[in-house]
């Protein structure tokens, strides 16, 4: 299906609609990135406004934007542009507040945008590796909700994992 | 968070424009709408708690590591179910599962280690692969650094692995025996098998040890593994068509171990020479519960088959039975000392047997085959490998990969190497570590030039050694 996406003739044109009702034209090469998108091109066919009432504006123009950013780069199929992806996928996650990055990656996850699931929760494992506990708790605003000693239980079965 | 919450909607509130028009034939990109019911639930704060189980479980399965894993479970309930032994396993499966198009299958292969060593030397040798690039190097420390958790002063032997297990005894004991998981540090003492009078008669170095842990494939229950050690002694083939052998078994449910003395039939009589040549066994594996090695007299006859979790209640005797070679496999010289050059191991475990043999000065055919049906009845080798190496003047099987089937570890002209068999591929690893073990001295007992070798899997999550019950 999206094979034909390389045949630069045709671009054919997509509307999503966000829950906000904010619209973005696509070219479909570029929305059916999005696992979910492709699906309902494949599916539905002819339609080409489709409605995605759980993304709001301001992060299905990011996702958007992500998308472009690597159908572009896919397009010549430059060994290079793995780089140049790796490179834009860096900085695309560089400075996202966590706010943001939630947003993003549920509205990711919800157009089964596999790659980029994959690159948003690697961003979030990556505040997580090297930390200690408190630590965590303090990045991801976490208040402990276990009962008294069973932290402490917890720690004392698994001692290895905290030397 | 909550007050975050109200803010949030404070200073969006300002900027929105309030436009009702929808008419889509205007549309432009990147046009900004708002629709004022949406608002306060679009721009709601998310925090990681905002998060779906499934999508927090990828976030975990992206840490590097298990005691980083171990450390999250202790933030808050919520991350101690996802993560919490039994738990993040089967999700951990189911996820692999769903995802399966998205999983490359071999990256999700566990990653594992090779250890070897000689029997007399304080030295030991493990192969690691570096988890970023799948290169091997090979790291040489003493035994007693290795595994500097166990209870004993004196040095220590590796009997027998199993998993993320080992078997190890204490050098110059004949009854100390513990269960270690090197990766955690966990260690059990044994109880001492010596007990009573039954050991008069075997008061001698044992035959070879055997450790088997039920399969982890059903993950149920984590917390109670259960697992066999198998110590063996007085192997003998009889020209009247039976093979027996003494086996001490540990039984990890009743903390116990008991005696066996199986009998099995095989049907190799006329083939034996003489029935007071020594009888050799090598290489004990593990394969679906069931021990195997290679025995013989002098040379080797067949593979035994013996399974530790299985007893004829009736006769109360451990159930096994004879496997013979298969065609093909040359008979010619193979000498019980012939170490490296007929081996057994486990492949996505399944039982292989692989053979090099010498075709001429420069050249070496090797040949590897799988064992396929493990019913009583029926079971039959097939040939998976036939090629020859040539240009090699001296070459030894060090282990099987236990992933991947195309490859194996051979030791060639003092060079381990991973050698892809298809595609004739040797890939350099290190030198072989000979200089250490004064490779002229031990001459005549050529077994000393190979090494024992074990090899430790690495769990999604380690084996927890269950406690002795009490008594």
Request: glycine share 6%; net charge negative; charged share 25%.
């Given at each position: 299906?999206?094979?034909?996406?390389?045949?630069?003739?045709?671009?054919?044109?997509?509307?999503?609609?966000?829950?906000?009702?904010?619209?973005?034209?696509?070219?479909?090469?570029?929305?059916?990135?999005?696992?979910?998108?492709?699906?309902?091109?494949?599916?539905?066919?002819?339609?080409?406004?489709?409605?995605?009432?759980?993304?709001?504006?301001?992060?299905?123009?990011?996702?958007?934007?992500?998308?472009?950013?690597?159908?572009?780069?896919?397009?010549?199929?430059?060994?290079?542009?793995?780089?140049?992806?790796?490179?834009?996928?860096?900085?695309?996650?560089?400075?996202?507040?966590?706010?943001?990055?939630?947003?993003?990656l549920?509205?990711?996850d919800?157009?089964?945008?596999?790659?980029?699931v994959d690159?948003l929760t690697e961003k979030v494992a990556s505040m997580i590796r090297g930390k200690?506990v408190?630590?965590i708790?303090?990045t991801f605003?976490i208040?402990?909700?276990?009962?008294?000693?069973?932290?402490?239980?917890?720690?004392?079965?698994?001692?290895?994992a905290?030397? | 968070?909550?007050?975050?919450?109200?803010?949030?909607?404070?200073?969006?509130?300002?900027?929105?424009?309030?436009?009702?028009?929808?008419?889509?034939?205007?549309?432009?990109?990147?046009?900004?709408?708002?629709?004022?019911?949406?608002?306060?639930?679009?721009?709601?704060?998310?925090?990681i708690s905002?998060l779906s189980d499934d999508l927090l479980l990828e976030i975990f399965l992206r840490l590097p590591n298990r005691p980083t894993l171990i450390q999250c479970s202790t933030v808050c309930k919520r991350w101690y179910s996802l993560i919490s032994p039994t738990q993040f396993i089967l999700n951990f499966n189911q996820f692999r599962?769903?995802r399966?198009?998205?999983?490359?299958?071999?990256?999700?292969?566990?990653?594992?280690?090779?250890?070897?060593?000689?029997?007399?030397?304080?030295?030991?040798?493990?192969?690691?692969?570096?988890?970023?690039?799948?290169?091997?190097?090979?790291?040489?420390?003493?035994?007693?650094?290795?595994?500097?958790?166990?209870?004993?002063?004196?040095?220590?032997?590796?009997?027998?692995?199993?998993?993320?297990?080992?078997?190890?005894?204490?050098?110059?004991?004949?009854?100390?025996?513990?269960?270690?998981?090197?990766?955690?540090?966990?260690?059990?003492?044994?109880?001492?098998?010596?007990?009573?009078?039954?050991?008069?008669?075997?008061?001698?170095?044992?035959?070879?040890?055997?450790?088997?842990?039920?399969?982890?494939?059903?993950?149920?229950?984590?917390?109670?593994?259960?697992?066999?050690?198998?110590?063996?002694?007085?192997?003998?083939?009889?020209?009247?068509?039976?093979?027996?052998?003494?086996?001490?078994?540990?039984?990890?449910?009743?903390?116990?171990?008991?005696?066996?003395?199986?009998?099995?039939?095989?049907?190799?009589?006329?083939?034996?020479?003489?029935?007071?040549?020594?009888?050799?066994?090598?290489?004990?594996?593990?394969?679906?519960?069931?021990?195997?090695?290679?025995?013989?007299?002098?040379?080797?006859?067949?593979?035994?088959?013996?399974?530790?979790?299985?007893?004829?209640?009736?006769?109360?005797?451990?159930?096994?039975?004879?496997?013979?070679?298969?065609?093909?496999?040359?008979?010619?010289?193979?000498?019980?000392?012939?170490?490296?050059?007929?081996?057994?191991?486990?492949?996505?475990?399944?039982?292989?047997?692989?053979?090099?043999?010498?075709?001429?000065?420069?050249?070496?055919?090797?040949?590897?085959?799988?064992?396929?049906?493990?019913?009583?009845?029926?079971?039959?080798?097939?040939?998976?490998?036939?090629?020859?190496?040539?240009?090699?003047?001296?070459?030894?099987?060090?282990?099987?990969?236990?992933?991947?089937?195309?490859?194996?570890?051979?030791?060639?002209?003092?060079?381990?190497?991973?050698?892809?068999?298809?595609?004739?591929?040797?890939?350099?690893?290190?030198?072989?570590?000979?200089?250490?073990?004064?490779?002229?001295?031990?001459?005549?007992?050529?077994?000393?030039?190979?090494?024992?070798?074990?090899?430790?899997?690495?769990?999604l999550w380690?084996?927890?050694?269950?406690?002795?019950?009490?008594?």
């Open positions: 299906m999206s094979s034909s996406s390389t045949t630069t003739t045709t671009t054919r044109l997509l509307m999503l609609k966000a829950s906000d009702g904010v619209t973005f034209e696509v070219e479909e090469a570029v929305a059916t990135k999005l696992g979910a998108i492709n699906n309902m091109v494949e599916e539905e066919g002819s339609e080409d406004l489709i409605c995605l009432p759980n993304v709001n504006g301001k992060f299905l123009g990011m996702v958007l934007e992500w998308c472009k950013k690597h159908a572009n780069n896919n397009t010549n199929s430059d060994k290079g542009n793995d780089e140049v992806n790796k490179w834009w996928d860096k900085e695309f996650v560089m400075d996202l507040d966590q706010n943001t990055l939630y947003h993003l549920m509205a990711a919800y157009l089964s945008g596999t790659e980029l690159l200690k408190e630590e708790r303090e605003k208040k402990s909700d276990f009962l008294p000693g069973q932290e402490e239980e917890i720690r004392k079965k698994n001692s290895w905290f030397e | 968070m909550a007050t975050s919450d109200e803010s949030s909607t404070n200073i969006t509130g300002h900027h929105r424009q309030r436009h009702r028009s929808e008419r889509l034939a205007s549309i432009m990109r990147k046009k900004r709408k708002a629709n004022s019911i949406d608002d306060h639930e679009n721009h709601e704060e998310f925090s905002t599962h769903n399966k198009h998205y999983y490359n299958p071999t990256s999700a292969s566990l990653p594992f280690e090779i250890i070897f060593r000689y029997d007399q030397h304080p030295k030991l040798h493990k192969l690691v692969s570096e988890k970023t690039n799948q290169k091997w190097k090979i790291m040489s420390t003493s035994a007693s650094n290795y595994l500097n958790c166990l209870p004993w002063r004196s040095e220590f032997i590796i009997r027998a692995s199993f998993g993320d297990l080992l078997l190890v005894s204490r050098r110059g004991s004949i009854k100390d025996y513990c269960v270690c998981n090197p990766f955690t540090n966990q260690w059990l003492a044994l109880p001492d098998y010596t007990d009573g009078s039954w050991l008069q008669h075997y008061y001698q170095d044992p035959t070879g040890y055997g450790f088997t842990g039920e399969s982890n494939q059903r993950n149920d229950d984590i917390t109670q593994y259960k697992y066999r050690v198998t110590i063996i002694f007085k192997c003998e083939f009889y020209l009247r068509g039976v093979y027996t052998f003494v086996a001490f078994v540990f039984c990890s449910e009743t903390g116990k171990w008991f005696k066996s003395y199986p009998n099995l039939p095989h049907t190799l009589s006329n083939k034996l020479e003489r029935q007071n040549d020594s009888t050799v066994i090598h290489d004990i594996v593990t394969s679906n519960g069931v021990l195997y090695w290679l025995g013989g007299i002098n040379k080797f006859r067949g593979i035994i088959a013996c399974d530790p979790f299985s007893m004829d209640s009736v006769v109360n005797r451990l159930r096994g039975h004879f496997v013979h070679f298969p065609l093909g496999f040359s008979h010619g010289w193979r000498r019980s000392s012939s170490k490296g050059k007929v081996c057994l191991g486990v492949v996505r475990g399944q039982l292989r047997l692989l053979q090099l043999h010498k075709i001429n000065q420069s050249c070496f055919g090797l040949k590897v085959w799988e064992l396929i049906d493990y019913g009583d009845v029926t079971r039959s080798w097939i040939l998976v490998h036939e090629v020859k190496l040539k240009g090699v003047d001296e070459i030894f099987e060090l282990a099987f990969h236990p992933n991947n089937g195309d490859a194996i570890f051979v030791v060639r002209d003092r060079i381990i190497y991973q050698y892809e068999i298809e595609n004739e591929k040797y890939e350099k690893i290190s030198e072989f570590p000979y200089d250490d073990y004064g490779e002229n001295v031990d001459q005549e007992r050529s077994v000393a030039r190979f090494p024992n070798v074990f090899i430790i899997m690495q769990p380690p084996t927890s050694i269950p406690e002795l019950p009490s008594i």
